[in-house]
């Protein structure tokens, strides 16, 4: 009978290197700056209406942009392969 040599993972410990799990934080404050974009445009008198604040185009078009840029730098950091330093 041969033994069979049992294989290990390079690093046991966790699922992704330390690398990935910078990126992953990088990410996560790319979302958070995309949210804090969207906030506001409160009035002080609930019987007035501000369209121009409410719709403008830094809470519509690029709050939004940057949260979602934010979710696809976390997919590639999730997704990208460490490099060997070996």
Do not use: C, H, Q
């Amino acid at each position: 009978m041969t033994k069979k040599k049992e294989i290990e993972p390079e690093n046991a410990g966790f699922a992704l290197a330390k690398e990935n799990y910078i990126y992953l934080v990088i990410g996560f404050v790319i979302i958070v700056i995309g949210f804090l974009l969207m906030i506001g445009g409160k009035s002080n008198d609930p019987n007035v209406f501000n369209a121009d604040e409410i719709f403008s185009f830094r809470r519509i078009t690029l709050a939004p942009f940057i949260v979602l840029l934010g979710f696809a730098f976390e997919i590639w950091a999730i997704m990208k392969k460490p490099a060997n330093n070996k």
